[in-house]
Antibody, heavy 120, light 107 residues
Framework: EVQLVESGGGLVQPGGSLRLSCAASGFTFSNYWMTWARQAPGKGLEWVAN????????FYVDSVKGRFTISRDNAKNSVFLQLNSLRDEDTAVYYCARGEGGYGDTPRYWGQGTLVTVSS | DIQMTQSPSTLSASVGDRVIITCRAS??????LAWYQQKPGKAPNLLIY???SLESGVPSRFSGSGSGTEFTLTISNLQPDDFATYYC??????????FGPGTTVDF
């Protein structure tokens, strides 16, 4: 059974940093693209970042470029999102998701999410 | 960047209705479109991929169609479990995804 479990969310002041983690199990982690997406309270879904299977390529939504960094550790079956220079508008539930190669890498499996609150 | 729009933003329906949600892309995305269902407090659930392929385990009352820039999600014979928010998502732009703003189906 595919499982994705996010952790690392919490309350942080504007300008602060957080590191989100996503532990994967139930599949060969290194065979799949991984995605982070977010959802602000009462708002829609927003794609945040993708990382290639071997971590060599990374892609970001414009609003987080230069502030967020996606990475992965295939030996530990984990994907990470480093959040720096946080702003009020980064407050959201952050989801990690696994792409499906046969589907064109669109996210197929999702974690339950971790809440990041940016507030003074 | 590719922009996605959905209509309507809210849809009032009843059990047994046929519901159609439209999604438009700002440029040609071929058939690289997915549909997700989301219920409050829960993660999104993949319904349709490659515009018209039904995800395993999803009831056949859900169907997708379209290509290029215009797509539809149809729910035939709406069931109580189907009242939720639906998002389209393009994944044509190399490794950069975009979600639509969502359509809420309620009573």
């Amino acid at each position: 059974e595919v499982q994705l479990v996010e952790s690392g969310g919490g309350l942080v002041q504007p300008g602060g940093s957080l590191r989100l983690s996503c532990a994967a199990s139930g599949f060969t982690f290194s065979n799949y693209w991984m995605t982070w997406a977010r959802q602000a309270p009462g708002k829609g879904l927003e794609w945040v970042a993708n990382v290639k299977k071997d971590g060599s390529d990374k892609f970001y939504v414009d609003s987080v470029k230069g502030r967020f960094t996606i990475s992965r550790d295939n030996a530990k079956n984990s994907v990470f999102l480093q959040l720096n220079s946080l702003r009020d508008e980064d407050t959201a539930v952050y989801y990690c998701a696994r792409g499906e190669g046969g589907y064109g890498d669109t996210p197929r499996y999702w974690g339950q999410g971790t809440l990041v609150t940016v507030s003074s | 960047d590719i922009q996605m729009t959905q209509s309507p933003s809210t849809l009032s329906a009843s059990v047994g209705d046929r519901v159609i949600i439209t999604c438009r892309a700002s440029q040609n995305i071929n058939n690289w479109l997915a549909w997700y269902q989301q219920k409050p407090g829960k993660a999104p659930n993949l319904l349709i991929y490659k515009a018209s392929s039904l995800e395993s385990g999803v009831p056949s009352r859900f169907s997708g169609s379209g290509s290029g820039t215009e797509f539809t999600l149809t729910i035939s014979n709406l069931q109580p479990d189907d009242f939720a928010t639906y998002y389209c998502q393009q994944y044509s732009s190399y490794s950069r995804f975009t979600f639509g703003p969502g359509t809420t189906v309620d009573f």
